[in-house]
């Protein structure tokens, strides 16, 4: 299975040849690389998150590249609905006994954490989620968010391919 | 076809299903130490993966592909190679040191 995806970051001096690895305890799904599926969410998390007054040069980067895995490497929560309940009786499973043993909600860090130290779907290479816009920037019809803001984690570099400079844009 | 359910959700409930108190309490002592190791991992992997890029682009530009292909391959054994015996010898030092925790069958 091959899909071609997009990636944001802030203009830089050097050329990436290579996505940037997003770490932290707010990623959604861990450590990983985070790819748009559409270039128009690739775009508006430039010019959302971006250009903060960092941004000395008011431009940011979009690259495309390819990646390429097997179905069975794939968690599809965004269009597979047996991907999509499967994975949310995971994440209640886990959260249920999480509250039992520590009287309070875990934190999406405590459950990346620990999908990945006790090494759950080793074999699962991207996941692919969703949330939908805050605002109408990207909805034609107000107030009705019809639309997936759709993005791919990647936690093997192997699969990722083909990885290209595609445009600079100005912050606006 | 979808990822294989089956296969993965046994894997997650015989661990979690197995979890002792123990074993649940300990889970939190050493997560950044593991956490550190496995951000080195995929940093390493992805130099490697970049490189392979780089080298795969000029072996296109140059019509050289036998030379850069084997020359690519080459380079992707070793960095393999020692990928594997650097994370062998990190995970044996953390697990002697710490805790590690059950892997799933």
């Known amino acids: ?172 | 076809m979808t990822a294989n359910w089956n296969k993965l959700n046994k894997e997650f409930d015989d661990l979690f299903d197995k979890l002792t108190d123990e074993d649940w309490n300990n889970w939190t002592s050493h997560r950044e130490s593991k956490k550190a190791l496995r951000r080195e991992v995929l940093n390493l992997k992805a130099r490697i993966q970049s490189i392979m890029l780089e080298l795969k682009n000029k072996s296109e530009e140059f019509s050289c592909n036998i030379n850069f292909e084997t020359k690519a391959n080459l380079i992707e054994d070793e960095s393999k190679a020692i990928l594997d015996f650097n994370t062998k010898r990190r995970i044996a030092k953390i697990s002697t040191d710490d805790y590690t925790p059950p892997i799933a069958a």
């Not at chain 1, 707010?26 to 990983?32: E, H, I, S, V």
């Not at chain 1, 620990?114 to 034609?140: A, C, L, M, T």
């Open chain 1, 1 to 172: 299975m091959e899909l071609e995806v997009y990636h944001t970051q802030e203009l830089r001096s050097e050329e990436l040849k290579f996505p940037c690895l997003a770490e932290g305890s707010q990623q959604w799904l861990g450590d990983g690389y985070y790819f748009w599926q559409d270039y128009e969410f690739s775009n508006w998390w430039g010019q959302n998150k971006k250009c903060g007054n960092g941004n000395r040069t008011r431009q940011f980067s979009i690259f495309k590249c390819i990646l390429t895995f097997n179905e069975e490497d794939f968690i599809d929560t965004v269009f597979d609905e047996q991907d999509y309940y499967n994975f949310v009786a995971i994440v209640e499973k886990f959260a249920k006994k999480y509250i039992q043993k520590n009287k309070s909600k875990p934190s999406l860090e405590d459950f990346n954490d620990f999908i990945s130290d006790f090494n759950i779907w080793g074999n699962i290479k991207v996941i692919r989620f969703q949330d939908v816009p805050e605002s109408d920037e990207h909805i034609e019809v107000k107030g009705f968010y019809y639309k997936k803001r759709i993005q791919l984690r990647v936690n093997e570099p192997e699969i990722i391919s083909n990885f290209v400079h595609f445009k600079n844009l100005y912050c606006v």
